[in-house]
């Protein structure tokens, strides 16, 4: 069965470095998306993609986070300057066409920032 | 804007045992509902869903019935084995205060099953 792969498993970076999340959605979905779970806490959406562009993003989302699909597989997560508090698991999510398909969720990145 | 409340966890059950786990939300119009499960050291499955009221999702035993009346999705199962053991989260999705939707989740706070033998 089709699956949406994350790489890598787990991150760690120092505070104020770039770091570039990698996914690779399911090969014929057309929206993509990002979210975070912070240990503990909720899934939060931060993005979602679509047609090259971003369709939605949540107030988390600000100038310090990007993404982008540089080809037609991969997906990716940029946040520019880590804090302490991105420290977090990113999941990568991909859906087919409408609203009630189902998104299909990857492994996970575990970003720890020192 | 749209909001997703699970009952307070965690729940600690033995084996065969009913479950429930409440899940109540807020949305905008018409929202899909669902419930994903993320077992330890992997990534949200989905579990079950439902697009419309009355709908009943169920998946590998478990079920849970859309009631808008009640703007409820509770989970439940008839006999709980120890491999139940997981994360569950409710999630929706629907529009957003402008009245457009591109597919966002909304998820609970999760609730984590134990199962004894």
């Known amino acids: 069965e089709p699956e949406v792969t994350q790489t890598p498993s787990h991150q760690v970076t120092q505070m104020g470095q770039e770091v570039i999340l990698r996914c690779v959605p399911i090969?014929?979905?057309?929206?993509f998306y990002w979210y975070r779970q912070i240990l503990g806490q909720k899934v939060e959406f931060l993005v979602s993609?679509?047609?090259?562009?971003?369709?939605?993003k949540s107030e988390i989302f600000d100038d310090q986070f990007s993404v982008e699909r540089p080809d037609g597989s991969n997906f990716t997560l940029k946040i520019r300057s880590t804090k302490l508090e991105d420290s977090a698991m990113y999941f990568c999510?991909?859906?087919?066409?409408?609203?009630?398909?189902?998104?299909?969720f990857g492994p996970g990145t575990r970003l720890t920032v020192l | 804007g749209n909001s997703v409340t699970q009952m307070e966890g965690p729940v600690t059950l033995s084996e065969e045992a009913f479950l429930t786990i409440n899940c109540t939300y807020t949305?905008?119009?018409?929202?899909?509902l669902f419930w994903y499960v993320q077992y330890p050291g992997e990534g949200l499955q989905l579990l079950l869903k439902?697009?419309?009221?009355?709908d009943k999702g169920s998946n590998k035993g478990f079920e849970a019935t859309y009631r808008k009346e009640t703007t409820s999705f509770h989970l439940e199962k008839g006999s709980v084995q120890v491999s139940d053991s997981a994360v569950y989260f409710c999630?929706?999705?629907?529009?957003?205060?402008?009245?457009?939707?591109?597919?966002?989740?909304?998820f609970g706070q999760g609730t984590i099953l134990t199962v004894h033998p």
């Open positions: 999510a991909s859906r087919l066409t409408g609203l009630s398909d189902t998104q299909y």
């Open positions: 090969s014929n979905h057309l929206y």
């Open positions: 993609f679509y047609n090259n562009e971003i369709s939605e």
């Open positions: 949305a905008t119009g018409y929202p899909s």
């Open positions: 439902a697009t419309k009221a009355d």
């Open positions: 999630a929706l999705s629907g529009p957003n205060a402008g009245g457009t939707s591109y597919g966002k989740l909304t």
